[in-house]
């Protein structure tokens, strides 16, 4: 990572009742950066956010920015805007008024706001509504206008906290790639918060999944889908079986290969650890569905007795819901062109070594 624009440095919250909404955070954020706060309600990351902007103040810790400290200033001396979920757009002001607003009050010349105006609303495909009031627009192109608003202050770091919560599926999708590309278009560095993982997984160039006050995973979207360090993240990211086990080996390989074998059901699978595991310790074997199949005679281990509970047709897989001899659940992706077995049919699963991942609470 080049020098960093924004850091956080040991950041902490705490309110009246002493518990942590943010503990001991720390993160640096690259220039030109999509990095997303992800969590569920209650794991800190709208406080983290809040404490950026200057809304919270920290309990203990440091805000840098370029190196110097912002802990100290208030929301509107920060280099940076904020984009909320509610576009709280002034309704009796045109589309242009809203945009321009935050510099009218500034004292910006007239010239120049009508230039900025017209540039950040170009941005965002809304050159043409600019004399159109907000209830005349749609939802989609209201958040539009309240990304406008933030860009035209030209911020060195954008916040975005759940913009997008309050539009339908498809909207979203199509303005995930938009934010997307205009962060690469713009160079703006980008920290956004969702609860919503398909959504981070989409649009971040890195993920730091809050859990509790604290960051439980910080890495790339495909690192944190195919290598979650705990079974919270396996569990929170993407869909996941998740196999409890005992490790009966748990050296097995070398760093750059290492495998732990654990007994599943009365049944040893091996799967890829990060760390020496200790014969005994209770863990999680965690593989996704797509990483399970009809066992060949070919595949010697790694093989698991199921029974066919029901069969989900999405179009694109079937899912198969399937039990263990324990009668823990197992949910598998059918092969496409193999006809599917019927419910209350047992078969032979192949687990695959390198996908499955063993891993702690």
């Known amino acids: 990572m080049t020098q960093p624009i924004l850091q956080l440095q040991h950041l902490t919250k705490r309110f009246g009742s002493g518990v942590a909404a943010v503990d001991d955070v720390s993160l640096d954020l690259a220039a030109g950066e999509f990095l997303t706060l992800l969590g569920a309600s209650g794991s800190g990351k709208t406080t983290t956010l809040r404490m950026i902007a200057g809304f919270e103040h920290p309990t203990d810790g440091e805000i840098l920015m370029d190196g110097q400290p912002l802990t100290l200033l208030p929301p509107f ?3 940076l805007n904020t984009v909320f ?11 242009r008024d809203n945009v321009g607003y935050g510099l009218r009050m ?61 539009l339908d599926l498809k909207l979203r999708k199509e303005m995930q790639l938009e934010l997307k590309h205009l962060n690469r278009q713009l160079g703006i560095t980008f920290l956004y918060v969702t609860h919503d993982q398909e959504e981070a997984l989409t649009m971040s160039d890195r993920i730091a999944l809050m859990r ?14 195919e290598q979650p360090v705990s079974r919270y993240v396996a569990d929170f990211i993407g869909e996941t079986n998740l196999l409890r086990g005992t490790v009966v080996d748990g050296r097995t390989g070398g760093p750059a290969d290492r ?50 509970r029901d069969l989900v047709f999405t179009g694109v897989v079937t899912r198969v819901h399937a039990a263990l001899s324990d009668g823990n659940p197992l949910v598998l992706h059918w092969p496409i062109g193999q006809p599917p077995p019927e419910p209350g049919a047992t078969i032979t699963v192949w687990l695959s070594p390198e996908r499955g991942r063993c891993l702690s609470d």
């Open 259 to 308: 495998r732990t074998a654990l007994e599943v059901a009365g049944t040893v699978l091996e799967c890829a650890a990060s760390r020496e595991w200790r014969n005994g310790d209770p863990a999680w074997l965690a593989i996704r569905p797509e990483h399970i199949r009809p066992a060949t005679p070919a595949d010697g281990t790694n093989r698991l007795d199921v029974v066919i």
């Open 77 to 79: 001396k920060r280099q």
């Open 106 to 166: 500034r004292k910006v010349a007239r010239t120049e706001i009508t230039e900025r105006v017209g540039q950040a609303l170009d941005m965002v495909q809304l050159g043409q509504l600019g004399d159109r009031a907000p209830r005349q627009l749609s939802g989609g192109q209201q958040q539009r206008v309240a990304l406008a608003r933030a860009l035209v202050n030209r911020p060195r770091v954008l916040l975005l906290d759940e913009p997008l919560g309050a």
């Open 212 to 225: 509790n006050g604290r960051i439980e995973q910080l890495s790339g979207p495909r690192e944190m889908y």
């Open 85 to 95: 979920q509610q576009y709280a757009l002034f309704p009796h002001m045109s589309v």
